[in-house]
C-alpha cells in the first residue's frame, strides 16, 4: 500500500510511540530542532539528523513554524525518504520559537516529507494545523504524563477527525 497515494493518511501511519519525546531538554529553537530530528533519525536511520535540522533551519528562515496557541510544526521535505515521517515534542515550560503570537511553545509536531510529496505532505499539515485548533487537544498533550499517553491521545483524536 503506497501511503502517499492513501486518501485518508492516518498519523498513526507516521508517528511511533519512540518518536515521542514527553518533555524537551532544549530551552531554544535550534536544540528542539536537534531533539526532535534525533529521534525521525533513531527510528528512521536512514535520515541524517543534521542534514534534517538543516532543512528545517531553512524553512524556518522562511517564517517561523510557531503558528501560535503553544504550537509549533516544523516541516520540510527531505530526498531518501519514501513516506512522510512525524515525530512529537512537548516542553512543559515552554521555548521561545518566534511563535506568531510570541508566546512560548509548548507542543511540537515534526513533518518531513519525501521530496516530491507536495499533495501527502500538505494533507498532513491541514490535519495536524486542525487537530491542533481543538483547544481540548492541547490540554491533553500538556496534561499527559507519559510518552505512551501522548502517543495514544495524537492517535485517538485523529480517529475522530
Known amino acids: 500500500m503506497n501511503l502517499l497515494r492513501q486518501e485518508q493518511m492516518k498519523l498513526?501511519?507516521?508517528i511511533t510511540p519512540e518518536s515521542v519525546i514527553p518533555e524537551l531538554r532544549s530551552r531554544d529553537k535550534k536544540g528542539v530542532l536537534m531533539e526532535l530530528a534525533e529521534v525521525i533519525s533513531t527510528v528512521e536511520p536512514s535520515v541524517d539528523r543534521d542534514t534534517l535540522v538543516q532543512v528545517l533551519e531553512e524553512r524556518e528562515k522562511l517564517g517561523s513554524t510557531g503558528i501560535g496557541d503553544g504550537v509549533a510544526i516544523p516541516h520540510g521535505k527531505l530526498?531518501?525518504?519514501s513516506k512522510p515521517l512525524m515525530s512529537f515534542g512537548r516542553s512543559k515550560s515552554g521555548v521561545d520559537f518566534d511563535s506568531m503570537d510570541a508566546k512560548p511553545v509548548h507542543l511540537f509536531f515534526l513533518l518531513v516529507a519525501p521530496e516530491n510529496s507536495a499533495g501527502a505532505h500538505l494533507k498532513v499539515l491541514a490535519k495536524i494545523a486542525?487537530?491542533?485548533k481543538n483547544s481540548e487537544f492541547r490540554k491533553r498533550l500538556l496534561e499527559a504524563k507519559d510518552k505512551g499517553e501522548i502517543y495514544n491521545t495524537?492517535?485517538?483524536s485523529d480517529e475522530e477527525l
Do not use: C, H, P, Q
Open 12 to 14: 498513526s501511519d507516521i
Open 79 to 81: 530526498n531518501g525518504i
Open 130 to 132: 486542525k487537530l491542533l
Open 154 to 156: 495524537i492517535v485517538e
